[in-house]
């Protein structure tokens, strides 16, 4: 029982203040520079000739996973062709961009780099030699709703207002203000000391005393514990209206940032739980390396959403997985992008998927070998 409490404090500790503090804040930078770019400038961008798998992987570079379903859309519109809906989705690493940078900031330009090359390589080489199936060249259609914003039946949807006039309707107000107030002093918190370590403070004695000990074991559990709530909670329940300004990028700043936390926490949990339970020197024999390992990465890649693949970067982290893993499946993975394209085509959907693992694979196996 002591070591398991040992466990869950200091990986809560680490998960919020080495990880989820600069996760936060990426994705408020990342949303302030997304918010800037305008439908008309992506039209432009994504629209004209030869510029398109340039443009789509840039969008697909954007950390998260927005960038991305942005040229899905564009896609579905027939904007984009599939050569640059492919530069994107090889580009992009969602969500687990956000961790990789946070604690390994190198590697992750490194990395990132190579699967922009990667995307804007293959998107290129799919349209100027005609490597699409016909039916995938380009959709052609908008993805609107095709009841034009009216439920089947003729009820028509609310804004998810919480009526002002009720007692039930203040409580929630009251308690979805403290939630946010809470999470982002917490994440305040948790930067601070996070810079703190990265410029090489001594975290054991930050932690040996009183006060500062227990503000940020509490800054620690109050944001993560308040990230898994966020995460399962309904997102009308945070984000009722439409909010302008500052409290719109905390609000969703916060959405995009609580799921993320949840997955960071659960990998670094059960890798340190299974490093406790196995012998030393096993889990460093599973470590793929070489083809193998390009391979693996791929064949995960696959899987489609961020949260396993939030869990290779963990992994990566922690010394479980060799480069060549990391880097197959960054190039393979389309994160949530992928869900918004099966949405439009399964078929198409299934084809990037599986042109992204093939460069995936081939560009893996290069970095195993170097």
């Given at each position: 029982?002591?070591?398991?409490?040992?466990?869950?404090?200091?990986?809560?500790?680490?998960?919020?203040?080495?990880?989820?503090?600069?996760?936060?804040?990426?994705?408020?930078?990342?949303?302030?520079?997304?918010?800037?770019?305008?439908?008309?400038?992506?039209?432009?961008?994504?629209?004209?000739?030869?510029?398109?798998?340039?443009?789509?992987?840039?969008?697909?570079?954007?950390?998260?996973?927005?960038?991305?379903?942005?040229?899905?859309?564009?896609?579905?519109?027939?904007?984009?062709?599939?050569?640059?809906?492919?530069?994107?989705?090889?580009?992009?690493?969602?969500?687990?961009?956000?961790?990789?940078?946070?604690?390994?900031?190198?590697?992750?330009?490194?990395?990132?780099?190579?699967?922009?090359?990667?995307?804007?390589?293959?998107?290129?080489?799919?349209?100027?030699?005609?490597?699409?199936?016909?039916?995938?060249?380009?959709?052609?259609?908008?993805?609107?709703?095709?009841?034009?914003?009216?439920?089947?039946?003729?009820?028509?949807?609310?804004?998810?207002?919480?009526?002002?006039?009720?007692?039930?309707?203040?409580?929630?107000?009251?308690?979805?203000?403290?939630?946010?107030?809470?999470?982002?002093?917490?994440?305040?918190?948790?930067?601070?000391?996070?810079?703190?370590?990265?410029?090489?403070?001594?975290?054991?004695?930050?932690?040996?005393?009183?006060?500062?000990?227990?503000?940020?074991?509490?800054?620690?559990?109050?944001?993560?514990?308040l990230s898994v709530v966020v995460?399962?909670?309904?997102?009308?329940?945070?984000?009722?209206?439409?909010?302008?300004?500052?409290?719109?990028?905390?609000?969703?700043?916060?959405?995009?940032?609580?799921?993320?936390?949840?997955?960071?926490?659960?990998?670094?949990?059960?890798?340190?739980?299974?490093?406790?339970?196995?012998?030393?020197?096993?889990?460093?024999?599973?470590?793929?390396?070489?083809p193998s390992g390009a391979i693996a990465g791929?064949?995960?890649?696959?899987?489609?959403?961020?949260?396993?693949?939030?869990?290779?970067?963990?992994?990566?982290?922690?010394?479980?997985?060799?480069?060549?893993?990391?880097?197959?499946?960054?190039?393979?993975?389309?994160?949530?992008?992928?869900?918004?394209?099966?949405?439009?085509?399964?078929?198409?959907?299934?084809?990037?998927?599986?042109?992204?693992?093939?460069?995936?694979?081939?560009?893996?196996?290069?970095?195993?070998?170097?």
């Amino acid at each position: 029982m002591e070591d398991f409490v040992d466990l869950t404090a200091t990986t809560l500790l680490d998960a919020w203040t080495a990880i989820a503090s600069f996760v936060v804040l990426s994705l408020l930078v990342t949303r302030l520079l997304r918010s800037g770019l305008g439908e008309r400038t992506l039209d432009s961008l994504l629209s004209r000739r030869g510029v398109g798998p340039l443009g789509g992987a840039a969008l697909g570079a954007i950390p998260g996973c927005g960038g991305a379903i942005a040229v899905v859309s564009l896609y579905g519109r027939g904007t984009a062709g599939f050569g640059t809906l492919l530069a994107a989705l090889i580009a992009t690493a969602g969500d687990s961009a956000f961790v990789l940078l946070s604690v390994a900031p190198r590697t992750a330009a490194l990395t990132y780099a190579t699967a922009f090359v990667t995307g804007v390589v293959a998107g290129i080489a799919v349209d100027r030699y005609d490597l699409t199936l016909g039916r995938v060249k380009r959709v052609g259609r908008a993805v609107d709703d095709p009841h034009g914003g009216v439920v089947p039946g003729g009820v028509t949807p609310t804004d998810g207002k919480t009526p002002r006039s009720t007692p039930w309707g203040s409580v929630v107000r009251v308690l979805r203000t403290a939630a946010l107030v809470g999470w982002w002093l917490a994440a305040a918190i948790g930067l601070a000391v996070g810079l703190y370590r990265a410029v090489g403070g001594d975290m054991s004695r930050l932690l040996s005393t009183g006060q500062p000990a227990e503000i940020v074991a509490g800054a620690s559990v109050v944001g993560v514990g308040l990230s898994v709530v966020v995460a399962l909670v309904p997102e009308t329940v945070l984000h009722p209206s439409e909010p302008a300004g500052l409290r719109a990028a905390a609000v969703e700043t916060t959405v995009e940032s609580a799921p993320i936390v949840a997955w960071v926490v659960v990998a670094l949990a059960g890798y340190r739980a299974l490093a406790m339970a196995l012998d030393p020197g096993v889990l460093s024999g599973v470590a793929l390396g070489g083809p193998s390992g390009a391979i693996a990465g791929s064949l995960i890649g696959v899987v489609p959403g961020c949260g396993v693949h939030v869990g290779v970067v963990t992994a990566f982290v922690e010394g479980a997985v060799p480069p060549s893993v990391l880097v197959a499946n960054a190039i393979s993975q389309d994160g949530d992008a992928l869900f918004a394209l099966f949405a439009i085509d399964r078929t198409a959907a299934v084809v990037a998927t599986v042109y992204t693992a093939v460069p995936a694979v081939v560009v893996g196996v290069a970095v195993s070998v170097v």
